[in-house]
């Protein structure tokens, strides 16, 4: 016996694949999309009510696609491993397509360009995480990878990783990008010890440090913008 309402058993007219066939993707609500994704929900649910209870919480909606992991999605009934997998796999290629429809746009003397760039990929992370951004001589975007995840600490971040992974991928310039996310992107005390430090290991291996981007919700510090890395804070 199945005890799952799908979609089917719904009148037509609420169906969201009928509205979709109808009407195309556009016409959909954000619950709607959810429930085609999610095709079935539970016994005393349908797959449209799971998707706005999925929705619902901590008022989060779409986003709860980003800040929840999933074992919190498996927390809701009806929502298991494999729809959470799926969920989390929606909210990272959303992501990715948002990076793609701005590669054309990143500059490397335009912070603002390289901060929209990796907004989406950073801003809602609920730890700091260190990524670094490899350009090329003509300043063409060559690749990036997370250096660390946690606190952006002096001690913690090496520069021999960060240069390794720079002559490998035969960087000429290197931008240091992390999130605050408290959604403040001001620079602590160990953000600029920690850009003074791959700055100077920089100049001895011929590869410039161009910038360090602090994104926060929406925002953005650049250090080139804002003229601190031609010295250190206090000469």
Do not use: W
């Amino acid at each position: 016996m199945n005890l799952h309402i799908t979609m089917k058993e719904m009148p037509e007219s609420e169906q969201p694949r009928e509205k979709f066939l109808r009407y195309g993707a556009q016409a959909l609500s954000d619950a709607e999309l959810l429930a085609l994704i999610l095709r079935s929900g539970t016994k005393d649910m349908t797959a449209l009510q799971l998707a706005q209870t999925l929705l619902a919480q901590k008022d989060k909606g779409l986003m709860n696609l980003v800040y929840m992991n999933p074992q919190e999605m498996k927390e809701i009934p009806g929502i298991g491993q494999v729809k959470a997998a799926q969920l989390k796999c929606i909210a990272e290629l959303a992501g990715r397509i948002a990076k793609c429809n701005r590669l054309g746009d990143v500059r490397l003397n335009e912070p603002a360009s390289i901060a929209y760039y990796y907004m989406e990929t950073l801003r809602h992370e609920p730890k700091e995480r260190l990524l670094l951004a490899m350009f090329d001589a003509k300043s063409n975007l060559l690749g990036d990878e997370v250096v660390s995840v946690g606190t952006v600490n002096y001690s913690l971040v090496s520069p021999r990783e960060i240069f390794i992974s720079a002559l490998e991928c035969h960087a000429v310039h290197i931008v240091l990008l992390h999130n605050h996310p408290s959604g403040d992107p001001t620079p602590s005390d160990a953000d600029i010890q920690v850009t003074y430090r791959v700055m100077e290991s920089g100049r001895i291996l011929g590869i410039a440090l161009a910038d360090h981007i602090i994104i926060g919700d929406n925002r953005y510090m650049s250090f080139r913008e804002n003229g601190l890395l031609g010295q250190r804070k206090g000469t």
